[in-house]
T-cell receptor, first 114, second 112 residues
């Protein structure tokens, strides 16, 4: 069965430190990849996406993710985090043969400390 | 403003009392979906709809019903709620194809 794995349930970091949130998915069949962010008491917002083209995608607030087909991964990175980045981050995957179904990972809570 | 709206935002009810959570989008999206979010489990799809009058089960459909009579609306119905349906519910919509989904603000449901 298709699945998405976020191994880290919580990642504590200090402000201005770099961070990587890991995401792996189960199949190398063609995929579309997304990262969503959920700030406290809010809905989900799209952070960035990979549909095709360059394997490195960036968001407007400094996050980036790289699609690695051989490792079936789509890790999220930021070179220097801010307190305001504290949120829960969800990796989500749609497989091309899945009729639009979006499967989410279990989420990673990023906790940025001063 | 393009958005997905849900009502109510918070609901406390008792076991067995039928309820409906409404969802509406103003982006003319064909696809709509309901998810529940539980700690440590991420979001799991309950039902989805590819277009008007076309609905299908997601991963956790037991105990839920949906309908899609109009393109903009996709209500979630719990005919006889039980405590294990206590959760945070999200409605989402998107255009046909591999595009990102737009999420509503969520409905926190507690069933006692």
């Amino acid at each position: 069965a298709q699945s998405v794995t976020q191994l880290d349930s919580q990642v504590p970091v200090f402000e201005e430190a770099p961070v990587e949130l890991r995401c792996n998915y189960s199949s190398s069949v063609s995929v579309y990849l997304f990262w969503y962010v959920q700030y406290p008491n809010q809905g989900l917002q799209l952070l960035l996406k990979y549909l095709s083209g360059s394997t490195l995608v960036e968001s407007i607030n400094g996050f980036e993710a790289e699609f690695n087909k051989s490792q079936t991964s789509f890790h999220l990175r930021k070179p220097s985090v801010h307190i305001s980045d504290t949120a829960e981050y969800f990796c989500a995957v749609t497989w091309m043969d899945s009729s639009y179904k979006l499967i989410f990972g279990s989420g990673t809570r990023l906790l940025v400390r001063p | 403003e393009a958005q997905v709206t849900q009502n109510p935002r918070y609901l406390i009810t008792v076991t067995g009392k039928k309820l409906t959570v409404t969802c509406s989008q103003n982006m003319n999206h064909e696809y709509m979906s309901w998810y529940r979010q539980d700690p440590g489990l991420g979001l799991r799809q309950i039902y989805y709809s590819m277009n008007v009058e076309v609905t299908d089960k997601g991963d956790v459909p037991e105990g839920y019903k949906v309908s899609r009579k109009e393109k903009r609306n996709f209500p979630l119905i719990l005919e006889s709620p039980s405590p294990n349906q206590t959760s945070l519910y999200f409605c989402a919509s998107k255009n046909s194809g591999p595009y990102e989904q737009y999420f509503g603000p969520g409905t926190r449901l507690t069933v006692t």
